[in-house]
């Protein structure tokens, strides 16, 4: 494998660490807000799924020590544009209830799951181990099955009425 493939497996590897472990702790939103018993099933999963591929990498990274998990290489305005999406998502999510909560919850979890989805997918192609590829494809697998339901559950809830009613507001 030569140095630039190690180096995008190394950097996709820790972006997708970092994201999964973010990702698991989703669920935890349940605790301040409530959702929807299918919107808080879906997500309990995502958290399940997250927190399992976070750890896989771990065992990765334990048994080779070529693959770091601290590789984020970003530069200045792109850590600067993550955290200030990070920090409207967060006041979004905190400050909507109901149904525009879910709405958001679920916009918010269908970029991360795509995100997942084609690190896993890029990491793999850079992996030289065939069961680590694999191993990667398969959460590359999980999370664009992830991401499927919660576009269809997503599509599922804009046809209701209260995005009727949101949509309504936003042309006042």
């Known amino acids: 494998m ?46 399940t799924t997250s927190g399992t591929g976070a750890k896989l990498l771990e065992e990765f990274a334990k048994d ?18 993550r955290d200030a999406i990070a920090s409207t998502k967060e006041k979004e999510l905190l400050s909507r209830s109901g149904d525009e909560f879910e709405l958001t919850l679920l916009l918010t979890q269908t970029e991360a799951l795509s995100y997942a989805w084609h690190l896993a997918k890029v990491a793999g192609e850079n992996e030289p181990q065939p069961e680590r590829a694999h191993a990667l494809a398969g959460i590359g ?14 599509l599922s809830k804009t046809n209701s009425s209260v995005t009727n009613s949101i949509k309504a507001q936003s042309h006042d």
């Open 141 to 154: 697998q999980d999370m664009q099955n992830l991401y499927q339901e919660v576009f269809l559950l997503l």
């Open 2 to 47: 030569v140095q630039s493939g190690a180096s995008v497996r190394n950097n996709c590897y820790s972006l997708l660490h970092q994201l999964l472990e973010e990702q698991k702790d989703v669920s935890l939103l349940r605790f301040i807000k409530s959702e929807h018993s299918d919107v808080k099933t879906l997500v309990k999963r995502i958290a």
């Open 64 to 81: 080779d020590p070529s693959i770091r998990l601290d590789d984020l290489r970003l530069p200045p305005g792109e850590l600067a544009t």
